[in-house]
């Protein structure tokens, strides 16, 4: 009788213990990456230049490439930078004298930063 007793009280201890210790609800979190892409234009020298991605016009700086650290990361501004849908874009880029320095047809990937050597 004395051991059910003590049983009986270790249970309902050990279940009150137990209710007290968790967490308190259920979280849920989304993640993944954005669906955005990027394109920046680099050559030797910065200087203006009118791009025109699928008929949308914008007014860009170019970055300046240094070729002993071609693998470096290009610093993302407004100036210098285009956001994206992924997908295929047809590419125009003229200099600030109106000569048409680049024509192309790209395929860009969700999350990826295009670097684009004039």
């Known amino acids: 009788m004395f051991c ?11 279940i009150t213990l137990l209710s007290l210790n ?3 609800g259920v979280y849920s979190i989304a993640s993944g990456k954005a669906d955005v892409a990027e394109i920046s234009f680099v050559d030797e020298d910065v200087y203006g230049i009118s791009v ?10 170019t970055v300046k ?12 501004t407004v100036e210098n930078t285009i956001s994206l849908a992924p997908g295929q874009h047809q590419i125009i880029v003229t200099n600030e004298e109106g000569v048409r320095i680049y024509e192309y047809k790209i395929f860009i990937s969700a999350n990826e930063h295009k670097i684009i050597k004039l």
Do not use: A, T
């Not at 059910?4 to 050990?14: N, P, Q, W, Y």
């Not at 025109?52 to 700086?61: C, E, F, G, H, R």
């Not at 490439?65 to 993302?76: F, G, L, P, Q, T």
């Open 4 to 14: 059910m007793k003590r049983l009986l009280f270790i249970m309902i201890l050990g």
């Open 22 to 24: 968790s967490c308190g």
């Open 52 to 61: 025109i991605v699928d008929d949308n016009s914008y007014q860009l700086k």
């Open 65 to 76: 490439d240094k070729v002993y650290r071609r693998d470096r990361k290009i610093r993302k």
